[in-house]
């Protein structure tokens, strides 16, 4: 069973409902075509899987996620803004029902990180994927972050955070590994880009980094990370780090 770090609190809802395709999936962006059908594993609340819909009309886009409470935001959410071509269904990634050589393209933004056996995902996800098509997955990698202002209890409370996450069976330094995930997986072409992402006010992220504390039962860590948040001139730069690679026209052969 998965455990999923950031929780589904409704701090961690509205944090969540910030992501959009651009920036966040602007780096899947030109394998984007109308027309085509695309898969978005873990889609959480659908802000990003929505993007996509439009991107791609008159094409079919499913967001797949294991939460059903964020899946009825998402349907409710494409609902109201009367996008048809998008359906959200209730799914793991190890075991997506979906048959064989099916999507076109499959994205994947802040999920392998969280996942005990990402390659397994990436090998079902490829299973799914038509010869030839496209996979997009991104994740941070805590390895590459900048935070200010420094101090030794914020270095403490950042490298608690990084031991929680690692501890219900994550990877906080999963993003510099994606290549080697897909290239296991059997993707060819594969291509690594890096961003930082800063958040501002530093509040959005402290306060959604202590709520995570405060859930796990480390109260101290989170009065760090909100008190840290509320300093002037600060900064948390964020690493995150995508992966696109193609599967081999020839796979349906192999």
């Not at 996800?125 to 390895?143: A, F």
Request: hydrophobic share 40%.
């Amino acid at each position: 069973m998965e455990t999923y770090t950031p929780g589904y609190s409704p701090l961690a809802a509205a944090f969540m409902v910030r992501r959009r395709l651009d920036p966040n999936g602007a780096f899947f962006l030109s394998h984007l075509k109308p027309g085509i059908r695309v898969l978005d594993c873990g889609c959480g609340p659908g802000t990003i899987t929505r993007d996509i819909a439009k991107q791609v009309s008159p094409g079919e886009v499913t967001g797949a996620d294991f939460n059903a409470d964020q899946l009825a935001l998402a349907t409710r959410e494409a609902k109201a803004q009367g996008i048809a071509n998008v359906e959200f269904r209730e799914a793991s990634v190890y075991d997506l029902p979906f048959a064989d050589d099916s999507f076109d393209a499959v994205f994947s933004h802040a999920l392998l990180e969280h996942l005990k056996e990402p390659v397994k995902a990436a090998i079902e996800m490829k299973r799914v994927l038509k010869p030839g098509g496209m996979i997009g997955v991104c994740t941070p990698d805590w390895g590459g972050f900048l935070l200010a202002p420094p101090s030794e209890e914020l270095l403490l409370a950042f490298e608690a955070y990084k031991a929680l996450q690692n501890r219900n069976g994550g990877d906080v330094y999963c993003g510099h590994k994606l290549g080697i995930y897909l290239n296991v997986a059997g993707f060819e072409a594969l291509v690594m880009r890096s961003r930082y992402e800063n958040y501002d006010p530093l509040t959005t992220i402290g306060d959604f980094l202590a709520v995570n504390h405060e859930e796990a039962g480390e109260p101290g860590y989170a009065a760090t990370w909100r008190a840290w948040g509320r300093r002037p001139n600060g900064m948390f730069s964020q690493a995150w780090v995508s992966c696109t690679g193609r599967k081999p026209a020839d796979a349906a052969k192999r």
